[in-house]
């Protein structure tokens, strides 16, 4: 079975993936966490995580899915060219599933990912019309959007994310552990 890739970053949210990572574990569904580098990150809460791979290391036709987690300001990292080219060459497969909640949709704008595909970014209109990033066009006033393979959603939608994120991949998991 390919494995999901977590790309992590300074100050990612820690509790937009809690009910993702749950729902990987439950369907048996592998999964890396990714970093630029083997160097602690540190969640926007405190809780700091060790990379199992590298950018450099992976074999992206490892994998068939990239899980991206918010962070406390997305625009300190989005002109990082190690996180925008990964983001670029892991999802170019066929069939490659991106789930992206809260601000890590600005990391699919910038990696052109968004382009004609309806989406939703956790940012204020201010935020999104300011960094020149999205098609204003396309923007879906909605917690959770999924336009093909690509599901994007707010922070606060995360259990919804989560779940569609893993009835995606078609994983066997127990959805009501996780609410109505």
Do not use: H
Not at 26 to 33: E, L, N, T
Not at 61 to 85: H, P, Q, R, W
């Amino acid at each position: 079975m390919k494995k999901t890739a977590v790309l992590i970053y300074p100050n990612f949210s820690e509790y937009e993936l809690t009910t993702a990572l749950s729902i990987l574990m439950q369907g048996a569904k592998p999964v890396s966490i990714i970093s630029i580098d083997k160097e602690p990150v540190k969640g926007e809460a405190g809780l700091t995580l060790m990379a199992d791979q590298t950018i450099d290391q992976i074999n992206y036709e490892e994998f068939d899915s990239l899980l991206l987690t918010g962070c406390m300001d997305v625009f300190a990292i989005i002109d990082n060219t190690k996180y925008i080219d990964f983001i670029k060459k892991i999802s170019n497969q066929d069939n490659f599933i991106i789930a992206s909640i809260s601000s890590s949709p600005a990391l699919l704008a910038k990696a052109g990912l968004l382009k004609n595909n309806n989406y939703t970014v956790g940012l204020l209109e201010e935020a999104r019309n300011n960094s020149g990033l999205f098609e204003g066009a396309n923007y879906v006033n909605e917690l959770l959007v999924k336009d093909g393979n690509i599901i994007t959603a707010w922070g606060s939608a995360f259990i919804k994310f989560g779940i569609l994120f893993g009835k995606s991949l078609d994983l066997q998991f127990e959805e009501g552990w996780y609410g109505k």
